[in-house]
């Protein structure tokens, strides 16, 4: 275009399945409920099937019994179910520090371009400001860690099982540890991405009005980002954990990363509005239409854990 920020803000709507990706839901759901139910309710029939059709009648597995002696077996089962939610968790938390990154540049873009057009940028940069975020990219590499100490402690685990079997009290123990622990995890990443979302809302809603404000001279026809996302408040989401033994966690982490697909949908759709007025206000042609950035399930996930 006639400017480099206006390139530079181009280059970033373009760009923008490096960093921004839609988290299927579908997927979560598969990943973290229904794979496991399958799982057991497959075992369940196959004890099902080995009794009524293979066994001799006087050495039926007696399911009770069957799950007593191999506590073990369930507890290595579960380690490796908490090392994928753990990553799981690490790669939600990722996906908004990503996106707030290309917020940041996204923002600079067009505050460059607001300064270039003559018009003041203040109250943007003020907003801008406000956007970095430490805290999230200390998250994320908290959950970073914790997620590589979870692979060096279940890779040590299974050796001891496969090694040594555990007594059923040690297994019983480990169990419920473990589910504590993604629980407390599921919790802590639902209650902060979607308060994170909810401020990096705000702060964009903000930012895209006072950048009309300051260019409305030049885009008269444009409308602001507009997008209310709520909160839940945080003493309901306490009692909801504390009475439901944390499964509303959960579906509280579903709704979450639901409000941070919504977010990113609708910038999507007002940025390529701007792209087009952009280009109109500099007479640039070719910039009607920007590349689709909708990638496989499969891309996706390859160049998330290679990233």
């Given at each position: 275009m006639g400017d480099e920020s206006a390139d530079r803000f181009?280059?970033?709507?373009v760009k923008r399945s490096?960093?921004?990706?839609?988290?299927?839901?579908?997927a979560l759901i598969l990943i973290m409920l229904v794979v496991p139910l399958v799982a057991i309710l497959l075992l369940l029939d196959a004890i099902w099937v080995y009794n009524t059709y293979f066994a001799d009648p006087t050495k039926v597995i007696d399911l009770p019994v069957f799950i007593f002696d191999h506590l073990d077996h369930f507890a290595?089962?579960?380690?490796m179910e908490y090392t994928v939610g753990t990553f799981?968790?690490?790669m939600i938390i990722k996906a908004y520090v990503d996106h707030e990154k290309r917020d940041l540049v996204w923002m600079d873009s067009l505050i460059d371009y607001a300064e270039y057009r003559g018009h003041d940028a203040g109250k943007m940069k003020g907003i801008r400001d406000?956007?970095?975020?430490?805290?999230?990219?200390?998250v994320k590499k908290a959950f970073l860690i914790w997620f590589i100490l979870v692979i060096v402690a279940t890779a040590c685990q299974a050796l001891f099982i496969s090694l040594r079997d555990m007594d059923p009290q040690s297994a019983v123990l480990v169990i419920n540890v473990l589910i504590f622990e993604i629980m407390v995890q599921i919790i802590f990443t639902g209650a902060y991405l979607q308060r994170k979302t909810v401020k990096l809302t705000d702060l964009q809603c903000r930012f895209s009005e006072a950048f009309h404000e300051?260019?409305?001279?030049?885009?008269?026809?444009?409308?602001?980002?507009?997008l209310e996302v709520k909160e839940i408040k945080v003493i309901y989401t306490i009692i909801l954990n504390i009475v439901t033994l944390g499964i509303f966690g959960l579906f509280h982490l579903f709704w979450a990363v639901s409000e941070l697909n919504?977010?990113?949908r609708t910038q999507w759709m007002y940025e390529l509005a701007l792209v087009r007025a952009v280009g109109k206000n500099e007479k640039v042609a070719g910039v009607e239409k920007v590349p689709p950035v909708d990638e496989s399930r499969l891309q996706a996930l390859v160049r998330r854990i290679l990233s």
């Open positions: 181009l280059t970033c709507v490096e960093n921004d990706l839609i988290i299927r839901i579908g290595g089962a579960h380690l799981l968790m690490y406000n956007v970095r975020s430490k805290s999230a990219r200390k300051s260019m409305k001279g030049d885009f008269p026809e444009m409308e602001p980002m507009r919504l977010h990113i």
